[in-house]
């Protein structure tokens, strides 16, 4: 079984500041690792992945995430953060694969990243 | 490559109505995700199916809820004799696994469903 934590239901950032969005996950096999983020009334696009290949991850928009196994986090973080960033971001772990495709995701709560200007 | 396509985007069903939602996976994606978000929560995973097969329903509400995905047309999500707690919106996702390791799952626009 896996679940996700995510600390933070709203962050507010400034224009240009550091964003870091904290996920804690807990899972019984090792892991894959999502970043999605949802935009208002639409569906998830996929920020970047963790599958066990290089432990910091770079995805899309400048984000990218570092896999902790120590610590069982996954959190993203951008340089700089710019108002298109401002939406809601989730985390989400997957076990891996059955019947023959993959798992179904589990995923945090969801983070809404505020961005003043 | 279109997306995944789900219709219809919004839905609107008296308490007791049936409720059909669908998805049309991406081109050549022969699985099948369905997941639920209500306000102010992540989404929950529901089933995953394969063509003409349930691999996993562990998320589904035992009653009143089905699911399939028929050889041919799209999956199809079933919610009979709705309650306003079945108001959330409804994701699904397709994924491909003709390729080496673990592929992405691909996200619709979701269809929101209001009960009145």
């Known amino acids: 079984a896996q679940s996700v934590t995510q600390l933070g239901s709203h962050v507010s950032v400034s224009e240009g500041a550091l964003v870091l969005l904290r996920c804690n996950y807990s899972s019984s096999v090792p892991p894959y690792l999502f970043w999605y983020v949802q935009y208002p009334n639409q569906g998830l696009q996929l920020l970047l992945k963790?599958?066990?290949?290089?432990?910091l991850v770079k995805g899309i928009n400048g984000f990218e995430a570092e896999f902790k196994k120590s610590e069982t986090s996954f959190h993203l973080t951008k340089p700089s953060a710019h108002m298109s960033d401002a939406a809601e971001y989730f985390c989400a772990v997957s076990g891996g694969y059955s019947g023959g495709g993959a798992d179904g995701l589990t995923f945090g709560k969801g983070t809404h990243l505020i961005i003043q200007p | 490559n279109a997306g995944v396509m789900q219709n219809p985007r919004h839905l609107v069903r008296r308490r007791g109505q049936e409720a059909r939602l669908r998805c049309s996976p991406m081109k050549g994606h022969s699985h099948v995700y369905w997941y639920r978000q209500l306000p102010e929560e992540g989404l929950k995973f529901m089933v995953y199916l394969q063509k003409e097969n349930i691999i996993d329903e562990s998320g589904m509400p035992k009653e009143r809820f089905s699911a399939e995905f028929p050889k041919e047309g799209p999956s199809i999500l079933r919610i009979q004799q709705v309650v306003r707690g079945d108001s959330a919106a409804y994701f699904c996702a397709s994924l491909s696994i003709r390729t080496s390791g673990y592929n992405e799952q691909f996200f619709g626009p979701g269809t929101r469903l209001t009960v009145l």
């Open positions: 963790y599958t066990s290949a290089a432990t």
